[in-house]
């Protein structure tokens, strides 16, 4: 069973294959590695390098050969948990890495991964290990991130790839400097199926282009991190999305029964789907908790993180910018007629909005398209409307570059934001 640690200590040993787990409480955590090997969520940690991490955080240091730490500030929790499911992880990048070889040597398509699994079981951490270790690897593969809500590319309302060429940063996750972001607008895929495809799609589409001119990029592969829908349309979606990206291999957390869902509908020489356990570790996240992240990635997005970043504040007028929306979602499902092409014709739809008061802390996503072509079009940035002067046609708006804006078509999200936090 799990150690509790109830004493708070500065000196930790972690044995070998144990982990440390901390919630950071209300101010940072900082921690030091003194002695021995020691990873977080798979990124190597140096010797004597300070880490702090920040509140609401949840961390866990694992070490294979046992190391000695030191850690200052309060944490929620903390304790050494020898119960890990990092062997059967390593032994599951093991296998991946078999994939990748075997690719170079043929010259064919490595590990194309698929992580599903219910809400809070560590899928983003999963997929952050096994792109660490493949990048240990000296491999170069491709992160998508399919969740609308707890995403780590772009802000939330956005999915996206990036490609990985080191390890992902610990206080700040991978921080790779060009990813590919689309605009989805929601934090759930529900609110609009048809587009949730239609992007996916999409970033297959991208990942295809960028394989046939680069053998490493086709033999490291990729992995595609879900949101934790696992049944009904959910379910629908993690079978179109095996079709779309060519998935070959599907690594089921903690669900057994998708596990055998998938094994029933998805044939064994198309791609095989693993079972793997939850770790422990992994926190449940309330509602409030996830707003919160939300909040901070919007904010990180504006004022930066470690090396602080200073937006700008600037009036444009109501002709030097065009809001569009994609779908009409204030008709619901139910209602519509039982004509299915005009009901996915209606939700991939580009429509310009009006603007009016109603904007005031909406975020929006700026595009390099050309309207009506909006859908697949991608982010190049993203702006809040802080204030809409109706009487001298002008928005106020928080953006990360000086006027003028490098493109003036947007397109509306479900995403809200004011400087004294989020509102949505
Ligand atoms: P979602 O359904 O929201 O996408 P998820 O299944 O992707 O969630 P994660 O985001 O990977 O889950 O993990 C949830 C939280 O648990 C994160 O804050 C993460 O840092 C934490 N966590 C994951 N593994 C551990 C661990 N072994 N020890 C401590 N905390 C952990």
Redesign the pocket.
Known sequence: ADKKESEPTDTIVITSEC?L?FEVESDEVSLVLVDGQAEIFGTEIPLNKVYKFVAG????VFSWRGCRLKITGNCNSRYISKQ?PMVVYLQTHGALQQMRNNAERDDKDGPRILVV?P???????LCRLLCNYAVRMKQQPVYVDL?V??GCIGIPGSIGALVLERQADVEEGFTEQLPIVYHFGYYFPDANWALYNELAKKIADDIEKRSEFCPKARHSGFVVNT??YVTGDGYKFIKEAVDIFKINCILVIDHERVFNDLQRDIPEDKATSILLPK?G???K?NGPCRKRTRESRVKQYFYGFRRPLNPFVFNIGFDEIEIYKIGSLEVSDSLLPINKVSDIKNKLSCVKIDIDNDLIHTVLSLVFGEPPDLLCSTVAGFIVVKDVDMENRQINVLAPAPHPLPHNVCLWSDTKFNDEGSIS
């Open positions: 982990e787990r955080l949840s961390i866990a890990t699994g809400q809070d079981v560590g899928k983003s951490t969740d809500g707890q949101c934790g770790s570790g992994v926190i996240r």
